[in-house]
């Protein structure tokens, strides 16, 4: 990450604007009008090769004729122009470059190189920074300046807005202006050349006037750069993102049980969680957040007391409350005695407080006054809902006036209906409060802001702690993958995956591998029945699925038996795979035990990321899993452990006691060290981990293997 220069970007002096035109509807004319009717005062340069007067203001012929180096140049130009104008801006000293133009990956039949790569090269030799290219643009409403193409301006606000999408950004604005609700900086990404969300997130979040940072993201770049920028930035303002793609179709499951079980998506929630990014659903989600963290930074906690006109439109609100997750308020007895004293005799003598249908503004004002005096009372909703005897207006003027005088800096509006109640709302945004027409919105714009300080308490109490690891052996560990990747196999034999476990820690069945069933029957008559027989083949993923299992042998007898009907079997129905042998080994004995899964799969974007839940045959029908990314202390991992179903199991009902949770989140911490310390691995499954109130022991492994690639860091974490 880096600001360098990012000051010459948001912070200009001067732009000049490079293909500005006169053509009506033109990128270069519409951006041109954009600066001239944002109220920017610095200087703005039209940069044209005819040399014309553009907007009225007299153009420069090229880049070489200016007469100093502008802080900000705005590239409206074809792909082919941009390395060249790049370098000359560059050499006359500008440091920032929007680039707007489309199609910059496109080769250069001269050099063989794409346009965008000479372009970045040249910046990145000068220190300039790019947006782009294929963007928007940028709007910086505090000083004025739109160097973009939208449609619509941006009013002056607290939020700060990062979009790879610019048409999606041009919607945001065209609803901000219709609700009044202003940015402090909108971004538009693009292709992310070079400018992305890790240097943006570092500058914005040092700004003390930005209340929230939202982010719309369509994909990660750079996964240890996003993570590191992320986790600083979260600490100092809460941050939001949608997050496109949540049902790709493209991203085919792996082979395993843990590629199967975690999607992409999956894996984002992830990272967003362990970064303290909240996640929201949709573009309503969005504007609701962004709708209340416009005027307030944070609220008390997630009880909310509700005061309304209007039953009906109140328990909805209670409703919308509740499924997200929040509380309603208790109120006291005294409370509730106060309001007895000022409120008619037939209102709801509880949360939410309706106050009847007829409430004057008046009588809003005196209940508010009561609730801003109670100590139980955090965060209060002011509800009104249309009705042919009172009046929206006269109703906002009392509570805002009430709120003024008061400074609770703890109410938030919800004005039910549309045009009748629109005056209202109005008057609450000029006094720089939140207000919405429903109260659905208005619960889960507060639960949005709940959550996400809850999401941060929760990181700085969780990844504090330093993983508490027992020892491993690494260095034999690798010995046996590099092994394996030497005689050019990607599957570890699972007792070759067995051994890497009990190098790193994890308690395993031991395991025989017999070449003939004969062997089997010989290894078999050192062991306690009862015994397992599996296959042994790289061929075969899932034995138990291709009859490669067999349980409960009582002699030796029956071992060499069932290795020589496996082998029948596999023969028939899997006739190129190659058979190694079998493994023989002594069965676990737990009579009521929890079969867990704990596995490694690689995300594209996120790399290894660790997945825990419910195990067993049936581990893709009951789909009960949750996701981290490593590295895990013993808080993180419980703390993804308890989102699965399974958890609830674990901690024992009925006469089934409590498993040995501590087992499970110890295997979680070994297997996160064991992918963190060997690169090669990218797919490992423990299936299953039998866990009782006892112990956990790992019953069966697999683990896939492919030679380390160098080119960039791994880890999302680092």
């Known amino acids: 990450m880096s600001i360098e220069n990012l000051d010459k970007l948001f912070l200009p002096k001067s732009v000049a604007v490079v293909g500005a035109s006169n053509r009506p509807e033109s990128v270069g004319s519409v951006i041109m009008k954009n600066l ?38 705005v590239l409206a ?81 607290k939020i700060a807005f990062i979009s790879q999408s610019g048409a999606l950004a041009v919607s945001v604005l065209d609803w901000a202006m219709t609700n009044s609700v202003g940015f402090s900086h909108l971004i538009s990404i693009g292709d992310a050349a070079d400018l992305s969300f890790p240097d943006i997130l570092e500058y914005l979040s ?104 209007g039953g009906g439109p109140g328990v909805l609100a209670v409703d919308g ?74 109703v906002a003027e009392k509570v805002l006036a009430t709120e003024v005088k008061e400074k609770s800096g703890r109410i938030f509006g919800c004005w039910v209906g549309g045009n009748i109640v629109w005056p209202g709302i109005k008057l609450w945004s000029k006094v720089g409060l939140p207000c919405f027409d429903s109260g659905e919105k208005g619960v889960k714009a507060f639960m949005s802001v709940v959550k996400s300080q809850d999401l941060l308490a929760a990181r700085n109490t969780l990844d504090v702690a330093q993983p508490e690891l027992k020892t491993v052996k690494k260095i034999e560990a690798q010995a046996i993958i590099d ?9 570890l ?82 006739p190129h795979a190659k058979l190694d042998g079998w493994t023989v080994q002594e069965m676990v004995i737990k009579p009521n035990p929890h079969e867990i899964i704990i596995g490694i799969t690689t995300d594209p974007i996120f790399g290894p990321a660790l997945m825990i839940g419910q195990g067993g045959t049936a581990v893709e029908v009951i789909k009960d899993s949750a996701i981290a990314l490593p590295p895990l202390n013993l808080a993180q991992a419980l703390a993804v452990l308890s989102k699965t179903r399974v958890y609830s199991l674990l901690k024992g009902y009925r006469d089934r006691p409590a498993a040995k949770i501590d087992e499970i989140l110890q295997v979680m911490l070994q297997v996160a060290k064991m992918v963190i310390d060997l690169e090669e691995i990218v797919e490992l499954d ?10 956990a022991i790992a019953v069966d492994a697999r ?12 880890l999302a974490i680092v």
Not at 103 to 118: M, P, R
Not at 265 to 288: I, Q, S, W
Not at 703 to 714: A, E, G, M, N, T
């Open 321 to 394: 409350l509740i499924k997200a997750g929040g509380h309603l308020t208790k109120l006291s007895q005294a409370t509730i005695d106060k309001l007895n004293s000022i409120l008619p005799a037939t209102w709801s003598h509880a949360n939410p407080v309706d106050i009847i249908g007829d409430a004057p503004g008046e009588r809003y004002a005196q209940a508010l006054k009561i609730l801003y005096t109670a100590p139980e009372v955090g965060d209060i909703l002011v509800m009104y809902v249309p009705t042919g005897i009172t009046s929206g207006l006269e």
């Open 483 to 491: 092994q394996v990747i030497t005689e050019g196999r990607s599957t």
């Open 206 to 309: 040092n700004d003390p006037d930005i209340n929230a940072i939202f982010m719309y993201i369509e994909s990660v770049h750079n996964r240890s750069a996003f993570m590191r920028a992320t986790l600083l930035a979260s600490k100092k303002k809460p941050l939001f993102a949608i997050k496109s793609g949540r049902v790709a179709e493209g991203a085919a499951a792996a082979a395993s049980h843990t590629g199967a079980l975690a999607g992409g998506d999956d894996v984002y929630d992830a990272a967003f969680e362990r970064a303290g990014v909240m996640r929201l659903e949709d573009l309503e989600d969005m504007y609701a957040a962004v709708q209340f963290l416009a005027y307030t930074q944070k609220v008390k906690n997630e009880n909310l007391t509700i005061i309304t006109n």
């Open 36 to 73: 001239l009717e944002g109220g920017y005062q610095g200087q703005i340069i039209p940069v044209n090769p005819k040399g014309e007067m553009i907007h009225n203001l007299q153009s420069i012929k090229d880049i070489p004729s200016l007469e100093s180096a502008p802080d900000l140049a």
């Open 493 to 574: 034999t699972e007792y070759e995956a067995k051994e890497v476990f009990a190098l790193y820690n994890i308690p395993v069945v031991q395991t025989k591998i017999a070449r003939t069933p004969v062997e089997a029957e010989s290894l078999a008559q050192g062991m306690r029945a009862p015994i397992v027989v599996k296959i042994l083949s790289n061929d075969i993923t899932h034995k138990s699925d291709a009859g490669g299992v067999v349980l409960n042998l009582k002699t030796p007898a029956e071992v060499k038996l069932a290795a020589e009907e496996m082998l029948d079997k596999i023969s028939k129905n899997f």
């Open 703 to 714: 683990i896939i293997v492919k030679p380390r690639q160098i080119d960039k860091p791994r």
């Open 686 to 695: 423990v299936n299953p981990l039998l866990v009782d109130e006892l112990s």
């Open 77 to 157: 130009i074809p792909p082919a122009a941009v390395p060249l104008t790049i370098q000359q801006l560059c050499e006359k000293g500008t440091r920032a470059v929007i680039i707007i133009s489309a199609g910059l990956n496109t080769t250069d039949s001269q050099t063989g190189l794409n346009y965008q790569a000479q372009a970045l090269a040249t910046a990145r030799k000068y220190g300039m920074r790019i947006v782009g290219p294929n963007c928007l643009g940028l709007l910086v409403p505090r000083i004025g300046l739109n160097a973009s193409f939208s449609a619509c301006p941006a009013l002056e606000g």
